[in-house]
């Protein structure tokens, strides 16, 4: 088993800053790969970022340039660091954990509001 532990959420205005992160603790040695994914309202689920343990980072085209995730090996945390922040971005936040054997894990989630 993984859990995991999200914080940094919040209500931001347009072209801001956040920063969401994501402590696993559990069967850390088995995770292949940490990111976020994100739900608007009304939306399905979509891939924002994830980070394999090789460092082999993918981000969503509307997010490209503008957000950035790394992970704290030591600390067993991905972080999303999230620029220039737009209303469109306004979602629910999940981070997402994904084992080698392809068992996946997700987060409570947490609110980003983009907001004037």
């Known amino acids: 088993q993984v859990q995991l532990v999200e914080s940094g959420g919040g209500l931001v205005q347009p072209g801001g800053s956040l920063r969401l992160s994501c402590a696993a603790s559990?069967?850390?040695?088995?995770?292949?790969?940490m990111g976020w994914y994100r739900q608007a309202p009304g939306k399905q689920r979509e891939l924002a970022a994830t980070?394999?343990?090789?460092?082999?980072?993918n981000y969503a085209d509307s997010v490209k340039g503008r957000f950035t995730i790394s992970r704290d090996n030591a600390q067993n945390t991905v972080y999303l660091q999230m620029n220039s922040l737009k209303p469109e971005d306004t979602a629910v936040y999940y981070c997402?954990?994904?084992?080698?054997?392809?068992?996946?894990?997700w987060g409570q989630g947490t609110q980003v509001t983009v907001s004037s």
């Open positions: 997402y954990v994904r084992r080698w054997d392809s068992v996946t894990y």
């Open positions: 559990g069967r850390i040695s088995s995770i292949y790969m």
């Open positions: 980070l394999t343990t090789g460092g082999l980072a």
